[in-house]
């Protein structure tokens, strides 16, 4: 019995132990809204907790698409993507809240078609990007820039091959109205940074079988 005993209150207090640990180990949540600038709606709920030398926050989604036009064209045909987007955010600050640095990883899998439904020949096109947003000044997005390294665009159809395919690093200049443009230094093969059109023309060959 006595050994019974010592082995329920030695199991007692490792429990305790544990749990204390796992309570020192607990992120304390701050509010999400209290962040410069503004954490991005669309990915909400974001989740932020305090690390001692400024909150970190995280977010991510995932949606599905099915049908969906891509807003161009062949012959005046739309051309219909279907498949899924995951994105996943996670982003630093001071510890008074002003953002410092921002990483994401981005990516899609699709399908394309001439057909809403999906039917007839189509193309498969696949990205996965990294991208980093650098705040020299925190907080201020006037004073922010964005790299990405990746892939964009690997498209390929049966019969085909590559239709076209965007791949290396990108680093744009400072500001939050050049983030996606403007870039000021260009890494790897960008077939449809280079000659869209072109690309848009092979693809259009392959869609119509």
Not at 34 to 59: F, K, Q, V
Not at 74 to 82: D, E, L, M, S, V
Not at 86 to 95: E, G, K
Not at 114 to 137: E, K, M, N
Request: net charge negative; glycine share 10%.
């Amino acid at each position: 019995m006595r050994q019974t005993a010592m082995l329920v209150s030695a199991l007692v207090l490792l429990a305790t132990v544990l749990a204390a640990s796992a309570a020192a180990r607990s992120p304390h949540q701050v509010d999400p809204d209290l962040m410069i600038p503004p954490l991005n709606p669309n990915l909400a709920p974001w989740t932020c907790w305090d690390t001692g030398r400024g909150p970190i926050c995280e977010a991510s989604m995932r949606e599905s698409f099915a049908g969906e036009d891509i807003g161009e064209t062949c012959a005046g045909q739309p051309i219909y993507a279907t498949g899924s987007f995951t994105d996943r955010v996670t982003r630093w600050h001071t510890p008074d809240g002003r953002a410092t640095k921002t990483v994401a990883a981005a990516g899609a899998r699709e399908t394309w078609s001439l057909s809403a439904d999906g039917s007839g020949p189509t193309i498969s096109v696949h990205w996965h990007v990294s991208r980093h947003y650098t705040y020299f000044t925190p907080g201020e997005l006037s004073d922010r820039q964005l790299t990405e390294a990746g892939a964009w665009w690997i498209a390929t159809a049966p019969g085909s091959g590559l239709i076209f395919r965007d791949a290396g690093k990108i680093t744009y200049d400072v500001g939050a109205a050049n983030d996606f443009n403007n870039p000021v230094e260009m890494r790897g093969q960008f077939d449809t940074w280079m000659d869209w059109d072109g690309a848009l023309e092979r693809a259009c060959a392959a869609l119509a079988g």
